[in-house]
Nanobody, 126 residues
Framework: QVQLVESGGGSVQAGGSLRLSCAAS????????IRWFRQAPGKEREGVAG????????YYADSVKGRFTISQDNAKNRMYLQMNSLKLDDTAMYYC???????????????????WGQGTQVTVSS
């Protein structure tokens, strides 16, 4: 079992920055991939950034490439999503998810991730 808890969400003006944090506990050594997803009302869940925990290889959706950075601190069992140059379209609930099923971390489909946090809200205003 793996438990994930997100923090760091909030309200920010367009162009601003936020850093989300995901604290992992439990059998964290079984996690192959960590991915940040987001879901806005009426939209599908989108996998915006992922990391292969073993080698720290990262993956980004085109919508956030160059603006968001995913990272991990293995000593603290924490993962981060640094979000810069935020846009109105970045407004969503953000979720941290882990996969102990597959090391195909480029796979951004939600069904590939079997552990999820409760989410943290990010609101970007003009």
């Amino acid at each position: 079992q793996v438990q994930l808890v997100e923090s760091g969400g909030g309200s920010v003006q367009a162009g601003g920055s936020l850093r989300l944090s995901c604290a992992a506990s439990g059998y964290t050594y079984t996690m192959y991939c960590i991915r940040w997803f987001r879901q806005a009302p009426g939209k599908e869940r989108e996998g915006v950034a992922g990391i292969y925990t073993g080698i720290s290889k990262t993956y980004y959706a085109d919508s956030v490439k160059g603006r968001f950075t995913i990272s991990q601190d293995n000593a603290k069992n924490r993962m981060y999503l640094q979000m810069n140059s935020l846009k109105l379209d970045d407004t969503a609930m953000y979720y941290c998810a882990a996969s102990t099923l597959s090391a195909r971390c480029e796979d951004a489909r939600p069904e590939q991730y079997n552990y999820w946090g409760q989410g943290t809200q990010v609101t970007v205003s003009s």
